[in-house]
C-alpha cells in the first residue's frame, strides 16, 4: 500500500531558524516562514528546481483597493516530478501582495509587488505537499511540539469522542480568528459550535481541528457560517469553546 503521508511527513517541520515571529500587524504574534526554506525542502526531497519540482506563472493581475491601494496577484501552478520521469497534474496556488499602499506620508509604490504575489502563490500550492504543515496546523512553534502525545503522534483514533485537540491547536485558532479577522472569542466559539454541531462532534474534538486549520479552512468555515447567519439572522449561537 502507498505511504501517503510520505512527502506530507518529510516536509512538514521547518526549522527554528527558517522562522521569525511577526512583530506587528494583524497576524502580530504568528509565525513567518522563510521562503527560501521551502524551496531548500522541495529540492531535497524532489531535486532541483525545474528537474525534480517546477512551476508556471499562470496569471497576473491588479485590483483596486480601499483609500487608493492596489493590490497584485499572481496565479501560479506548481508540478513534481514522479519517480517514472513524468509530472505530476499541476497544484493551483493564488497568492497577493500590496503593489500601492497608503503609508502616513501618502501613497508608496512597490516594485517587488509582483515578485512578492509569486512568492506567496508558491506557498500555497507547497502546502497542499505537507510544506511546513506543522506551523499552520499550530502543532509546531519553533522548539517543541506544544500538548503532543508520546513520539510526536497526534493521530488520534477515528469515533473516539473522548479526545479533544491540543490547547496549542485551540489558541491557534483562537488566534487566527482574532488577529486575522478581528472576532472576539465568544464570536469564534459561536462559529466553532455551529460547525460541530454540523459535524455531528464536540466543539474541542480534535477532528475539529482537521476542519479549522490551517487558516484557509478556518476562513472556509467563516464563510458558511456567515452565509448561514445571514440567512438566519434571529439565530443566536451557543457562547463557549
Given at each position: 500500500?502507498?505511504?501517503?503521508?510520505?512527502?506530507?511527513?518529510?516536509?512538514?517541520?521547518?526549522?527554528?531558524?527558517?522562522?521569525?515571529?511577526?512583530?506587528?500587524?494583524?497576524?502580530?504574534?504568528?509565525?513567518?516562514?522563510?521562503?527560501?526554506?521551502?524551496?531548500?525542502?522541495?529540492?531535497?526531497?524532489?531535486?532541483?528546481?525545474?528537474?525534480?519540482?517546477?512551476?508556471?506563472?499562470?496569471?497576473?493581475?491588479?485590483?483596486?483597493?480601499?483609500?487608493?491601494?492596489?493590490?497584485?496577484?499572481?496565479?501560479?501552478?506548481?508540478?513534481?516530478?514522479?519517480?517514472?520521469?513524468?509530472?505530476?497534474?499541476?497544484?493551483?496556488?493564488?497568492?497577493?501582495?500590496?503593489?500601492?499602499?497608503?503609508?502616513?506620508?501618502?501613497?508608496?509604490?512597490?516594485?517587488?509587488?509582483?515578485?512578492?504575489?509569486?512568492?506567496?502563490?508558491?506557498?500555497?500550492?507547497?502546502?497542499?505537499?505537507?510544506?511546513?504543515?506543522?506551523?499552520?496546523?499550530?502543532?509546531?512553534?519553533?522548539?517543541?511540539?506544544?500538548?503532543?502525545?508520546?513520539?510526536?503522534?497526534?493521530?488520534?483514533?477515528?469515533?473516539?469522542n473522548t479526545n479533544e485537540m491540543s490547547k496549542k491547536q485551540m489558541d491557534f485558532i483562537l488566534s487566527i480568528g482574532q488577529k486575522a479577522h478581528e472576532m472576539t472569542k465568544e464570536e469564534i466559539g459561536d462559529m466553532v459550535k455551529w460547525k460541530a454541531e454540523q459535524e455531528n462532534l464536540t466543539p474541542r474534538h480534535w477532528k475539529m481541528s482537521k476542519l479549522l486549520l490551517p487558516e484557509e479552512n478556518?476562513?472556509?468555515?467563516?464563510?458558511?457560517?456567515?452565509?448561514?447567519?445571514?440567512?438566519?439572522?434571529?439565530?443566536?449561537?451557543?457562547?463557549?469553546?
Amino acid at each position: 500500500m502507498a505511504d501517503n503521508l510520505k512527502i506530507w511527513n518529510a516536509l512538514k517541520q521547518p526549522p527554528p531558524s527558517a522562522l521569525k515571529t511577526i512583530r506587528a500587524g494583524r497576524l502580530k504574534g504568528m509565525s513567518d516562514i522563510n521562503p527560501q526554506w521551502r524551496y531548500q525542502a522541495m529540492t531535497e526531497y524532489f531535486g532541483p528546481c525545474g528537474v525534480g519540482w517546477k512551476y508556471e506563472i499562470k496569471n497576473t493581475w491588479v485590483e483596486q483597493a480601499s483609500e487608493g491601494q492596489i493590490m497584485a496577484f499572481a496565479e501560479i501552478r506548481l508540478y513534481v516530478a514522479h519517480e517514472n520521469g513524468n509530472w505530476s497534474d499541476p497544484i493551483p496556488g493564488i497568492g497577493g501582495s500590496t503593489l500601492v499602499a497608503k503609508e502616513s506620508k501618502g501613497l508608496y509604490s512597490s516594485d517587488e509587488a509582483y515578485k512578492m504575489a509569486v512568492t506567496d502563490a508558491l506557498s500555497v500550492a507547497m502546502k497542499m505537499l505537507g510544506v511546513a504543515s506543522d506551523i499552520y496546523m499550530g502543532l509546531w512553534d519553533g522548539s517543541k511540539y506544544k500538548d503532543a502525545p508520546p513520539n510526536n503522534q497526534s493521530t488520534k483514533k477515528e469515533g473516539d469522542n473522548t479526545n479533544e485537540m491540543s490547547k496549542k491547536q485551540m489558541d491557534f485558532i483562537l488566534s487566527i480568528g482574532q488577529k486575522a479577522h478581528e472576532m472576539t472569542k465568544e464570536e469564534i466559539g459561536d462559529m466553532v459550535k455551529w460547525k460541530a454541531e454540523q459535524e455531528n462532534l464536540t466543539p474541542r474534538h480534535w477532528k475539529m481541528s482537521k476542519l479549522l486549520l490551517p487558516e484557509e479552512n478556518f476562513e472556509q468555515v467563516l464563510i458558511e457560517y456567515s452565509n448561514h447567519m445571514r440567512e438566519n439572522p434571529t439565530e443566536t449561537g451557543v457562547k463557549g469553546f
